[in-house]
């Protein structure tokens, strides 16, 4: 039988990607202890309020068909949300309902690019990223974001790569590995570099209330400049702690949202009214979820480098915003993929190696700040103890 160049393009680069989570999980299914520290996931489950509003949404009957863009209600709580946060009037006419940043991304990519065109990211990337570019049929073009300027997209290293199939710059921040925010001033300069090459900025926010301590976080859209060509998408997956209910948003010019509209109808016919007053409620509250889960992280991302920090010649990268803290192991002269592979085997503890994220972050591991204190602190014990023997 004949298959379409899409699966070609994608294969390898789904599940394949998650080899340590996944062998994280086979561990725990033979009855071997685990400490998960792969996955980004929320450390609360969804609010109760939040589960309770969808239910009685759904015993309202809200369970029919909705329209393509969104339901009234959560659009209003989008352009009442944005126009907050950004300071002036955001219509509803420039919202996407979709289920989860990731849909939301597929859906931009496939309403902007085509094959031959390219789309310059940062690498290390989110591990979904290179599959959602590749899928349009248009090429990623990877930038390495440098350690010694906290991993921020550099306007310069940009400039460098931009040719005639340019098409996108595809941004993420709060940025997933690094936890590194893009400045204002990062924002501007990246931004005026899309208008004189004519490019689209598409950015990725979905950690955007996972801020730590004092740091700020400013979106791709705060400068009105360029909001002919910002799309920003987002969530309540991490916000909210509820990945589950698969609720997401594009916020874009109002064109693109009406091109993209057939596009996103011909995938989904409209996403689920009850979910759509939930997120129209989380939106509305005050993000106390995020705030609380926020703290929770910075204080373990604290736990992970007073633990760690030169300890065999080991250095920990603290993040901005996240979910996550990067440990850096070149010292230790292993693969990131056979270091994390053998944490595993000998300790039970599970990290992600970097290059699951991208050639730039060989020699780092991932390590997610989701469990509690002192499980977080009994895996840097283990984790203290396997690179003492690795560096031995
Ligand atoms: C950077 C980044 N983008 C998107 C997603 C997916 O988000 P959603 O649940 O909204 O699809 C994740 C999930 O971990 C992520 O880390």
Known sequence: MRYAPITERLAGLGSDKWVLHSAAQARRAQGLEVINLTIGEPDVPTPADLIETAT??????????????????????????????????????????????????????????????????GDPMYATYEALIRASGATPVP???????????????????????????????????????????????????????????????????????????????????????????????????????????????????????????????????????????????SPEVARNMAARMARRAQIIHSRLDGVAGMRVHLPEAGMFALLDIRALSCDSQSFALGLLETTGVAVMPGASFGAALEGWLRIALNAPD?????????????????AA
């Open 56 to 121: 009685r949404s759904m015993r309202k009957g809200r369970t029919g068909y909705s329209n393509g863009q969104g339901e009234p209600t959560v659009l209003g709580a989008l352009s009442d949300y944005y126009g907050s946060k950004l300071g002036r009037s955001i219509s509803r006419q420039r919202f996407l309902c979709l289920p989860g940043t990731q849909t939301a991304l597929y859906l931009a990519f496939i309403a902007l690019l085509e094959p031959g065109c390219e789309v310059i990211l």
């Open 143 to 285: 930038v390495a974001l440098r350690p010694e300027a906290g991993f921020r997209l550099q306007v310069d290293d940009v400039a460098r790569q931009i040719g005639p199939a340019t098409r996108a710059l595809f941004l993420n921040t709060p940025h997933n590995p690094t936890g590194a925010i893009l400045t204002q001033e990062d924002l501007d300069a990246l931004c005026d570099l899309a208008v004189r090459h004519d490019l689209w900025v598409i950015s990725d926010e979905v950690y955007q209330e996972l801020t730590h301590g004092e740091a700020l976080f400013n979106s791709a859209l705060a400068n009105p400049t360029f909001e002919d060509r910002v799309i920003v998408a987002s969530s309540i997956s991490k916000s909210h702690a509820a990945p589950g209910f698969r609720s997401g948003w594009l916020c874009g010019p109002e064109e693109f949202c009406r091109r993209a509209l057939p596009v996103s109808e011909t995938m989904l016919f409209g996403s689920q009214p009850f979910i759509a007053d939930m997120t129209a409620e989380a939106l509305r509250a």
């Open 374 to 390: 002192d499980v977080t602190d009994d895996a840097c014990s283990r984790i203290v103890s396997y690179a003492q023997r690795e």
